[in-house]
């Protein structure tokens, strides 16, 4: 592997100073970016993905630092990468050492360079909300995972450097012709008369994005670190790669790029998932450099390329990914998720005639229901443990996370699990026991759980609303005061504990009666007036 110290910087001056780039030469992108490290004392935070927009502006920066004297080297640049848990596991292992690489190399050239990975909190998790929780896998109108796996652990990141150095500046990949919904965004906050923007939800963080202008041609051609020429071919003007300058795929901090070029060869004109900020960021749905569970698009072509391409053993995963893509079918939404949200109410849908709201017959469907969390957990678990014996390091759910998940179906607020089958179901696929904490939330077993299913029906009462009885019961147990506990009564017992189609039928007899009751209020009111319309006629006589 060719290192790169400071006095070897002479073998890219050649390449710094001729390449083109969106019409500039490579030397005044790296000047303008020391420019703008030397203006002040905010620490940099570069969003890396492990794509191949990261990645450029990761090697300009890089380059940027080699060039300036020590002394000059004055504040520090956090490499932040988010990892979500459900990242695609080959881009996993690209991102943990590319991290390593780039941090290594700092040390190495003496840069303020330092590389650091955030996760999203473990009751925030893809998991413990889908499996937990029964949130459905998301989709275009419900993608609730990226704020939560996403935004939110950069954010955090962002948020405490901000605390410790009043300021920071947030540098990004983003170019213009890879998201011009993202460019206008960052236009609309760009401050007059600077390089930078403001950030648009974080206070005193701004945003620096130093290649916007540049193409896609352009971002292989600092990662390649070689000459591109257009030339005229039969088929037409086409591009073609030279090694001019015996630097083929280098980096400046050691390693190559040439894995990352396969990880998009083929790819379909895919591309990276950003590091995501804020809402205005692209969806990465669809990218290579997305999470393998996504189900915002129909098929996860990346994927699907991946596994054509050789990595053959994603296959459990891509078929995992598809059974979660279909319980989102329209078709199946009232199979695998409860007619009830965890609120407790079924939500009727609306249509909206002459300007009002009328309720329909139809309904919003809720959580997935605990039955199917239950099997694909296990497929989950199944699916880790087969993999395991090909890729060896490979966690597709982390053993907090199924801590959480118990937690989380223990106390469902429609369905809790008495039965605490998770230990179960893991002990069934793994044949031996994690270290599993008693709940004191949890006082029942399945034997408590069988009887109340046999006598509550015959009380005409839902088993699972006495089964939330019973839990509050003994939430509240041992408090001197019990403050609040009939308001909490009445909220259990005023939830749908009824099957749909009761609530349904209910539903119908309500509006029966509202409607013959503002006929009558109609009749009545009609009367009045022609009463009043005779009293006022008799009045004028």
Known sequence: MKLVKQHDLDEYIEFI????????????????????YLKDKRPWVIGYSGGKDSSAVMVLVYLALLGLKPEERHKHVFVVASDTLVETPIVVNHVNNSLEAIQKGAERDNLPITSHKVVPKTNETFWVNMLGKGYPAPTRQFRWCTERMKIDPVSSFITDKVSQYDEVIVVLGSRSQESASRAQVIAKHKIDGSDLAKHTTLANAFIYTPIDMWAVDDVWKILR??????????????????????????????????????????????????MVIDETTPSCGNSRFGCWTCTVVTKDRAMESLVQNGEDWMLPLLKFRNILSRSTS????????????????LAFKTLREDGEKILTNDYTTGPYLLKYRKLALKLLLTTQRKLAKVQQDIELVTVPELHAIRHEW?????????EDEL????????????????????????????????????????????????????SMSGLTRRVGIFNKIGRLVQQDWDSAEQIISENKDNRQKQINQSREVQMLSEELEMIKASLEKEASL
Not at 17 to 36: H, I, M, P, S, T
Not at 431 to 439: A, E, G, H, R
């Open 410 to 418: 223990l106390n469902d607020p429609n369905e809790p699990d008495w």
């Open 330 to 345: 329209p078709k199946l939404k009232k199979k695998y998720r409860n007619h009830i949200r965890r609120d407790g109410r």
């Open 17 to 36: 100073e001729q390449e083109d780039f969106a019409g500039k030469a490579l030397a005044e992108y790296v000047a303008n970016v020391q420019r703008v």
């Open 225 to 274: 670190f070689c000459h591109l020429e257009s030339q005229e071919t039969p088929y037409g003007v086409k591009n073609k790669w030279y090694d001019k300058y015996d630097l083929e795929w280098e980096n400046p901090w050691g390693g190559k790029n040439l894995l990352l070029w396969n990880l998009y060869k083929d790819s379909s004109g895919q591309g990276e998932c950003p």
């Open 423 to 474: 230990p179960k179901i893991f002990r069934e696929v793994y044949d031996y026991d994690l270290d599993w904490s008693v709940d004191d939330t949890n006082q029942f077993s399945k034997q408590e759980a069988v009887l109340l299913n046999e006598v509550a029906p015959g009380c005409n009462v839902s088993p699972q609303m006495l089964k939330k009885l019973i839990d509050l019961e003994v």
